[in-house]
């Protein structure tokens, strides 16, 4: 079993919808959770942290569920340049960060 | 202010060859990272060095690969008698120093695209 999993998709959605991503981990003692976006040929860049208490920023909401050990990313009023590679990222401890392989969005006109 | 940088963008080498790649972390990071993604593959960790040391040698592949780092800056990863498998793009990331076991957010490089022939 992978150590995080993801659905790749691809997710395709016209602009405007919501849509969410889902992620679980296999390391219970995983210590913190990030979701970075990876657009075509791009590095990876940090969208943002996930926090137990669930974090908002602007139309990105994520989830953390401990007990579950499940992550999630929701994106509301899509736009056109949301379109990337969503991956989930977790921090198994002492600076090692485990990818998982990314959920592929593509939203539409 | 400047990224992290890596050199070069892209790399053609013949199987059997040595290669040298180079990382130049943002400046006063001194946490930095290696990984490589293979087509449709996930990011794979290589190694972590805090200053110059590396406490995390765990994801290298093989005794063909290696780094280091000099100066708690520049790293240069180097793969000796390359395989048509180790094609891949080579990212570096640098954080601030990570502490209490957690990391710091990791920026990210443009990478080496590495094609072995």
């Known amino acids: 079993r992978k150590e995080v999993e993801q659905d790749p998709g691809p997710f395709n959605v016209p602009e405007g919808a919501t849509v969410a991503f889902n992620c679980t981990y296999s390391n219970s003692a995983s210590q913190s959770f990030f979701w970075y976006r990876q657009d075509c040929r791009k590095e990876p860049k940090l969208l943002m942290s996930v926090y137990s208490s669930g974090n908002e920023d602007g139309r990105f909401t994520a989830q953390l569920n401990r007990a579950s050990q499940y992550i999630s990313l929701l994106i509301r009023d899509s736009k056109l340049s949301d379109s990337a590679t969503y991956l989930c990222?977790?921090?198994?401890?002492?600076?090692?960060?485990?990818f998982g392989t990314g959920t592929r969005l593509l939203v539409s006109p | 202010g400047a990224g992290v940088s890596q050199s070069p963008s892209n790399k053609v080498t013949e199987k059997g060859k040595d290669v040298e790649l180079r990382c130049d972390p943002i400046s006063g990071h001194t946490a930095l990272y290696w990984y490589r993604q293979s087509l449709g593959q996930g990011l794979e960790f290589l190694i972590y060095?805090?200053?110059?040391?590396?406490?995390?040698k765990s994801g290298l592949p093989s005794d063909r690969f290696s780094a280091e780092r000099t100066g708690g800056s520049v790293s240069t990863l180097t793969i000796q008698r390359t395989q048509q498998e180790d094609s891949a793009v080579y990212l570096c990331?640098?954080?601030?120093?990570?502490?209490?076991?957690?990391?710091?957010?990791?920026?990210f490089g443009p990478g080496t695209r590495l094609t072995v022939l």
């Open positions: 060095f805090q200053g110059n040391s590396a406490p995390d």
């Open positions: 990222v977790v921090n198994t401890g002492f600076q090692k960060l485990v």
């Open positions: 990331a640098s954080s601030l120093a990570p502490s209490g076991g957690r990391t710091d957010t990791q920026y």
